[in-house]
């Protein structure tokens, strides 16, 4: 990808620089377009950190843009016209890896931009091993699992526990939501064709191995229903529309505990990722002396603390975790909500961040061409 002014303007400006622009207050713009996901995750970040910041600055107005499942695509396109419109981005951990190999996101030094946690330890500490990435500030740990329609579960029948029951249309009938993607949707379908856990990504890097995937796939295709964006499953599920779907944990948890829907959690084989988030590279500078300012108070310890008040996600610093306490309404304990808690973890997948940063873009047109089939 060529080099754009935009990008070769962005590496003239050193993490020094940037930390000054953020520690001086001045010369800051009053707005910033903070890029999600929409639906209950973004409401979170909204309520937990989002709104105490903007009472907190008076005048400074933040608008949100739900483009965070194509912010590769985007942001690459932004950076060729040379005119990056977006000042902080959340994505998952393998964009972000994309992205900061590209360029495409500004490196971080997470000690000198981020809040120390409440006892002193640097911010890389308290992140740990989730700073994957030069370029990511890592928020939240979810995972993608299935929910399904307990009233739809066939008389007589156990309900669904494993992940190979989302592939048995004989015993559980019905439409199922699936991501319009290849990831989790290749490794489920290896797992249930016979391929073990630690052999997953071994097979998936060879066309034999994606070919088997998507056969895999194929089982069920024309049950499926694809979907896009996070909130859409939730929505299915609450219609009636689809028997059993993947989506976020914590999209789940608004939906069985929020909405009081006849939905229930399947754990098995939940796929671990995080979210964070990155910088666009080349902002100007006061947008990103505003942005440094946020970021520092909207990734500290009781932010991310605060936002597992509003969804069963676990904050990415080790120093939240003991402040997780209540859901923010409803009054229930979040803990055994979180994606993380043992008797939701018995059986999880690890996601490779690794391999979709390599094979997302090959793998990606081979499944859009297979869906197109």
């Not at 935009?6 to 910033?32: I, K, P, Q, R, Y």
């Not at 929409?38 to 483009?67: F, I, R």
């Not at 914590?250 to 939905?263: A, D, M, N, T, Y």
């Not at 979709?356 to 089939?373: C, E, H, N, T, V």
């Amino acid at each position: 990808m060529k080099l754009t002014k935009t990008l070769l303007a962005s590496t003239a400006l050193t993490v020094a620089a940037a930390g000054a622009f953020a520690e001086s207050h001045g010369n800051m713009n009053n707005d910033m377009t903070l890029v999600s996901w929409g639906g209950a995750y973004q409401a979170s970040q909204q309520k937990a950190y989002v709104e105490p910041y903007l009472e907190a600055n008076p005048g400074v107005t933040a608008t949100w843009d739900e483009s965070s499942n194509e912010a590769v695509a985007k942001l690459r396109a932004m950076n060729e016209a040379g005119n990056v419109t977006w000042d902080l981005v959340d994505v998952v951990a393998s964009d972000a890896i994309r992205l900061c190999d590209e360029g495409l996101a500004m490196e971080i030094d997470h000690d000198a931009m981020l809040a120390a946690a409440p006892d002193g330890t640097s911010a890389s500490d308290d992140f740990g091993d989730l700073i994957v990435s030069d370029c990511y500030i890592p928020q939240i740990v979810y995972s993608t699992t299935f929910g399904y329609r307990t009233d739809l579960v066939p008389e007589g029948t156990e309900p669904p526990s494993q992940i190979c029951d989302v592939f048995d249309l004989e015993k559980y009938p019905g439409k199922r939501a699936l991501e319009k993607r290849p990831i989790n949707n290749m490794e489920w379908a290896l797992l249930c064709d016979g391929v073990a856990k630690a052999d997953v990504y071994d097979v998936l890097e060879t066309e034999d191995g994606q070919n088997q995937a998507l056969a895999k796939l194929d089982t069920i295709k024309d049950q499926v229903v694809w979907w896009s964006a996070g909130a859409d499953t939730p929505q299915l599920l609450a219609d009636g529309e689809v028997f059993m779907g993947s989506t976020y944990n914590g999209r789940l948890f608004s939906v069985i505990e929020e909405q009081k829907q006849p939905v229930a959690m399947m754990w098995d084989a939940q796929v671990f990722d995080l979210d964070g988030w990155i910088i666009p590279a080349g902002l100007p500078e006061d947008r990103l002396a505003r942005v440094m300012d946020f970021v520092k108070f909207a990734t500290d310890t009781q932010r991310l603390a605060d936002q597992a008040k509003y969804i069963s996600y676990g904050p990415a610093r080790q120093s939240s975790a003991p402040m997780v306490g209540q859901h923010a309404d409803l009054g229930i304990d979040m803990g055994p909500h979180m994606p993380t808690d043992p008797a939701n973890a018995q059986n999880t997948f690890l996601y490779n961040y690794e391999f979709w940063a390599d094979y997302r873009d090959d793998i990606d047109a081979k499944f859009q061409a297979w869906l197109a089939q």
